[in-house]
């Protein structure tokens, strides 16, 4: 029993039973802060509102009193006006003079006129741009008033209607029994009339509304903007039999909370303590937050690094290294201690900042897109040479200030090798292009050096024979001798051509002539047309003479693939048409040289495809020979293209000028 009053006696008790009761406090004295500021804020929202609904009716009321009296005394003016129609005491030119002062004197009324008792208008004002006001009111709605009018001998509204220029009611005002069954009739604009007739005074802290009671046909007036929908009121307008809706919309909201400087104080001071509390919790919610977005970010920055397969690093602006990743590291053969905080000089893994390394930043720093990168040779730690490719952007804090660079490594070494396997591959693939060229060549080759060889023969038979028989006419016997060496010159050039058209050569690019290159192939393309019948036709023009920069035994096999290709084309057309066309013409850049057959042409579903790779419309074919000839275009900077026609085909080759 004692050791339960001592433990209750115990301060430090107590200040753990207090400590849950001051952490409430504040939130205690926020509630009743708020409680009290709310029933002050309820009490005189209350007051005011209810001030604000009795003037609003107040208002309302005075609108309609405003728009009856306007309307009772323009009604009498016209019931005069009638009356003076019907006695006939004024002339027609009287009666339009009266009509347009009216008009003009009532800004609400659109138009008014003079009827006889079919309706049909004899005199009438309209307002400027307004089009057949009457023709706009139904018919059965104007004769129907107008009988009622004429019964009761007084003046009648009619109900509203839809004109083209808004809502719209009619007054219609018979003339004396004297008259043959005249009325005056007058069109009221319900827009125009809560324009004209409404106070001025009013407008500008309502916005009116007038409809029938069917709420179809409506008008309204705000006069600076539209009513907020807080403080409205409507009440009934008569004209007449007619009864219309007067609406007011106060462009007032609901009650301020500043009503008086008591109020606005301990609003003040109460929104104030509230915001503070809420700030100081979102403050520490805020922080949190980041705080832990930050680990995430590094945590998620960190994995993408070390997964990455390309070295990235960051150096500030005096070149110190910041940071490197696991692919940098194994790249360049360090650790990245070794490598944090040193100058990348001092391991002579980045080139150095000569001028064209300088240039490349200096884009780097101004271009709007991601700029080349930046090929040279980089050495790992073991001293090594590789090939690497650096793409380099500058690093920014988060002012936008530059504080270093950051750099992506690519190691080229293996795209290197696979480039230079491609290049032999492509060169293999040339190489036996030729030889397959050759190879469809070869029963040509063995006709034209026939003939060569066997002039040789007899020339040499004639000239053994002249000599054993002891013949002394030495001249005869030079000639002889000297034809025989003509051909053997013939057939020696023919086998040369060959010999240099099938070798293996590494490509150049040199400076020459597309006549030289044409010239050079010209045995074996009128070889093959020979064997066709088929006519080839050169054209010489200075275009030709126009140095372009190439390799020429591989223009070579351009032209000849083209001019056999052109030469099959033709092999089914008739003998008059067999001719092969070779053009050149130069432009400001290039020249394009032209290949022209007149054969079967090339099918308009074929078109798409004549340049892909073991695509072939020959029935032995490989399908290899357009897509070797455009590749060697393009490595020579051209464009090979073909041009279809009724009558044949047309490749052009362009090329361009040498610098």
Same mark, same amino acid.
């Given at each position: ?47 005011? /509102? ?59 009324? *659109? ?6 008792? #079919? ?26 008033? !107008? ?28 003339? +004396? ?91 003040? =001071?109460?929104?104030?303590? =509230?915001?503070? =509390?809420? !700030? ?9 937050? !980041? ?44 650790? #990245? ?54 793409? #380099? ?25 696979? *480039? ?8 293999? =693939? ?76 590494? +490509?150049?690019?040199? +400076? ?9 192939? /010209? ?8 064997? *066709? ?44 048409? /067999? ?27 074929? !078109? *798409? ?51």
């Amino acid at each position: 029993m004692v050791s339960s009053v001592a433990r209750a006696a115990n301060p430090h008790n107590l200040s753990a039973l207090g400590k849950p009761m001051r952490r409430a406090l504040p939130a205690v004295i926020a509630l009743l802060l708020a409680a009290a500021t709310g029933g002050l804020f309820a009490l005189s929202t209350t007051q005011e /509102r209810n001030e604000a609904s009795e003037q609003v009716l107040s208002d309302t009321l005075l609108a309609r009193a405003s728009i009856r009296f306007q309307v009772a005394r323009e009604t009498e003016a016209l019931q005069k006006l009638a009356a003076d129609v019907g006695r006939g005491r004024l002339s027609n030119e009287a009666v339009q003079g009266q009509l347009q002062t009216f008009l003009r004197r009532a800004g609400q009324v *659109e138009g008014l006129f003079v009827v006889d008792s #079919d309706f049909r208008p004899r005199l009438w004002a309209q307002r400027p741009g307004s089009q057949d006001v009457l023709g706009q009111m139904p018919i059965e709605l104007l004769q129907s008033t !107008a009988t009622k009018a004429r019964m009761q001998q007084r003046p009648v509204f009619t109900a509203a209607f839809q004109g083209l220029r808004g809502a719209s009611i009619g007054l219609i005002v018979p003339t +004396p029994e004297a008259d043959s069954g005249k009325f005056l009739v007058a069109v009221y604009s319900l827009d125009r009339l809560l324009e004209e007739m409404v106070p001025w005074n009013l407008a500008q802290d309502y916005e009116f509304s007038l409809s029938d009671v069917t709420r179809t046909q409506n008008a309204r007036r705000a006069a600076l903007r539209p009513g907020r929908g807080v403080y409205t009121h409507q009440e009934p307008l008569e004209l007449g039999d007619t009864t219309l809706l007067l609406g007011a919309n106060s462009i007032k909201g609901a009650p301020g909370w500043i009503a008086n400087a008591l109020r606005a104080g301990v609003a003040t =001071l109460a929104i104030l303590l =509230l915001w503070s =509390l809420w !700030a100081l919790w979102r403050d520490h919610q805020h922080r949190a937050a !980041a705080e832990r977005l930050a680990t995430e970010e590094a945590a998620f920055r960190k994995a993408m690094g070390d997964c990455s397969v390309i070295g990235l690093s960051a150096r500030d602006m005096e070149g110190r290294v910041t940071y490197v990743n696991p692919a940098f590291c194994r790249m360049m053969g360090y650790r #990245d201690d070794e490598l944090l905080g040193r100058s990348p000089s001092e391991h002579g893994w980045l080139p150095p900042l000569d001028r064209t390394y300088r240039t490349h930043l200096g884009q780097s720093i101004h271009a709007g897109s991601r700029q080349p990168a930046f090929e040279t040779t980089l050495f790992r730690r073991d001293g090594q040479a590789f090939a690497a490719a650096i793409y #380099d952007a500058p690093l920014l804090d988060s002012r936008g200030a530059q504080v270093g660079w950051t750099s992506s490594i690519v190691d080229l070494t293996q795209q290197k090798q696979i *480039e230079e396997r491609e290049r032999v591959q492509q060169e293999r =693939l040339q190489t036996a292009a030729r030889l397959t060229t050759m190879g469809e060549l070869t029963s040509s080759l063995a006709h034209e050096l026939n003939q060569p060889l066997g002039a040789i023969a007899s020339y040499l038979a004639g000239s053994l024979k002249m000599l054993r028989q002891g013949d002394d006419d030495r001249a005869e016997l030079i000639a002889t001798l000297a034809r025989a060496s003509e051909q053997t010159q013939r057939a020696g050039q023919v086998i040369r051509r060959v010999h240099e058209f099938v070798r293996k050569h590494k +490509p150049s690019h040199v +400076p020459v002539q597309l006549a030289h290159v044409v010239e050079a192939c /010209r045995a074996l393309i009128e070889l093959q047309a020979r064997r *066709e019948a088929v006519q080839v036709q050169i054209a010489s023009s200075s275009a030709l003479e126009t140095p372009i920069r190439g390799d020429p035994i591989l223009l070579q096999q351009v032209i000849l693939n083209l001019t056999r290709n052109a030469i099959d084309a033709m092999s089914q057309s008739a003998a008059e048409r /067999r001719r092969l066309s070779i053009a050149a013409v130069a432009d400001l850049e290039g020249v394009t040289l032209t290949i022209r057959d007149f054969g079967s042409g090339i099918a308009a579903e074929d !078109a *798409e495809r004549m340049f892909l790779p073991f695509f072939t419309t020959k029935a032995e074919g490989m399908g290899m020979g357009l897509s070797i000839c455009r590749t060697i275009v393009q490595t020579h900077g051209g464009r090979l293209w073909f041009e279809r026609f009724a009558d044949g085909t047309a490749f052009n080759l362009w090329l361009a000028t040498a610098q």
